[in-house]
C-alpha cells in the first residue's frame, strides 16, 4: 500500500525550533517526527511512501538518505523551489499515486489509529475520500450530514461557510490530517498549483461520496504547536511503533 506524508510545510507554530530545520526533524521522545511518521506507516502496512519537502528540504532528505528511509521505500516529491499548499503538493506528486487509493498523514501528527482498518473500509465504502475526523475544539470544521457524507466547512470565528451541499443538519467535526484517497479525486484539482486540498474535498463532495471516519477513542495528537510538545514527549511512547 501507497501513503504519502505532508512534510513541506514552513512550520511556524513551532518556531524557534523550525528556524534551523523542517519541522519534520523536531524531535519528539528522541526522534524526528518524519520517523515516527514512517515507522506508524510501516507497521500498518504502507511500505512505499512519497514525502514533499520544501522548508529546509536538503536537511529532511539528507536524514531520509543516511537512514535508507527508515526501512520504508521513499519517493521524494521535491517542492524546494515552490511551496504548493496541501492540494497543490498533492497534484504535484500525482505521478506516483495514480494506480490504487493511498493513504495521506500529516508529518505533526501522533496517532495509534489501525490505518490499516481506515483504508479497508476506504474500499468497502467506495468512497472518494475518507477523511478521519474527531469531536474536538478547533477553529475549523467539516460539516457532515447524518450519513457522515462531507457537505461543507465552516470557521468558528468568523463564522464562514462553505457548503457543499445542502442538508438538514449539520455536524461540526475536526479534522485529523489523516486521508485516504482514491486517484479519481485528481479530476477535480484545479489548473492552478497552489490551493488546499480541503477546497477540493468541498468541489468533489457536490457529487461524490467523500465520507467521514470518526475516530473519538484513539491516541491523537497535533504537534504542530510548542505547547503540544511536552504531552507528545509521554504518548510518544504508547504508539506502536
Known amino acids: ?9 514552513l512550520g511556524t507554530r513551532l ?8 519541522k519534520a526533524l523536531v524531535e519528539v521522545g528522541g526522534k524526528p517526527l518524519i520517523e515516527i511518521a514512517i515507522r506508524r506507516l510501516i507497521k500498518c502496512g504502507f511500505q512505499d511512501i512519497v514525502v514533499n519537502v520544501h522548508h529546509f528540504g536538503d536537511q529532511l532528505i539528507d536524514v531520509l538518505d543516511r537512514n535508507d528511509g527508515f526501512g520504508a521505500n521513499i ?11 496541501t492540494g497543490g ?23 495509534d489509529l489501525s490505518l490499516a482498518q481506515l483504508y479497508e473500509q476506504h474500499l468497502s465504502n467506495e468512497s472518494l475520500a475518507t477523511l478521519v475526523v474527531r469531536k474536538r475544539e478547533s477553529s ?3 460539516l457532515f450530514d447524518e450519513s457522515m457524507r462531507l457537505s461543507g466547512w465552516r470557521h468558528a470565528r468568523t463564522g464562514e461557510e462553505k457548503i457543499a451541499r445542502s442538508v438538514n443538519n449539520y455536524h461540526p467535526f475536526a479534522f485529523s490530517g489523516i486521508h485516504v484517497v482514491s486517484p479519481a479525486l485528481f479530476d477535480y484539482m484545479p489548473d492552478e498549483n497552489f490551493f488546499s486540498i480541503i477546497d477540493v474535498y468541498l468541489v468533489a463532495a457536490k457529487d461524490n461520496p467523500i465520507d467521514g471516519f470518526l ?3 484513539s ?4 504537534v504542530g504547536k ?5 504531552q507528545a514527549q509521554h504518548m510518544v511512547t504508547q504508539i506502536a511503533l
Open 89 to 111: 503538493g498533492l497534484k504535484y506528486a500525482k505521478k506516483y499515486l495514480q494506480d490504487a487509493p493511498f493513504l495521506i498523514y500529516n508529518t505533526d501528527i501522533l496517532s
Open 140 to 142: 475549523r470544521y467539516l
Open 219 to 222: 491516541l491523537w495528537l497535533d
Open 226 to 230: 510548542i505547547s503540544a510538545l511536552e
Open 215 to 217: 475516530d473519538n477513542d
Open 15 to 22: 518556531r524557534p525550533y523550525t528556524n534551523d530545520k523542517p
Open 75 to 85: 519517493i521524494i516529491s521535491d517542492e524546494r523551489r515552490q511551496l504548493l499548499d
Open 1 to 9: 500500500m501507497k501513503a504519502m506524508i505532508f512534510a513541506a510545510g
